[in-house]
Nanobody
Framework: QVQLVESGGGLVQAGGSLRLSCAAS????????MGWFRQAPGKEREFVAA?????YYADSVKGRFTISRDNAKNTMYLHMNSLNPEDTAVYYC?????????????????WGQGTQVTVSS
């Protein structure tokens, strides 16, 4: 059974950093496309970053966020630097057994429960 569990969210001041984790079970992260999405109140879920053969990012986070995975721990991470209030959202990790570049939520079959990130000004 595939399961994704996020952790690491919290409250941080603008300019600060956080690291989100997504622990996976039931599959091997190195063989799946893994992604991060976020959803702010009243807005649609939006793509943040993903990793298949290589990492790729939404323009809004490029240069500030880094996605990575630790195959030994079967865990994916999102390192977030230079956070600003516009980054405030619930962050979700996602996984798909298809190995390619995917930026749309419906391309992913498996989702975590989400973790709240709040950036204060």
């Amino acid at each position: 059974q595939v399961q994704l569990v996020e952790s690491g969210g919290g409250l941080v001041q603008a300019g600060g950093s956080l690291r989100l984790s997504c622990a996976a079970s039931g599959f091997t992260v190195s063989t799946y496309t893994m992604g991060w999405f976020r959803q702010a109140p009243g807005k649609e879920r939006e793509f943040v970053a993903a990793i298949s053969w290589s990492p790729y990012y939404a323009d809004s986070v490029k240069g500030r966020f880094t996605i990575s995975r630790d195959n030994a721990k079967n865990t994916m991470y999102l390192h977030m630097n230079s956070l600003n209030p516009e980054d405030t959202a619930v962050y979700y990790c996602a996984a798909t057994g298809k190995f390619n570049y995917y930026e749309r939520p419906h391309d992913y079959e498996h989702w975590g429960q989400g973790t709240q990130v709040t950036v204060s000004s």
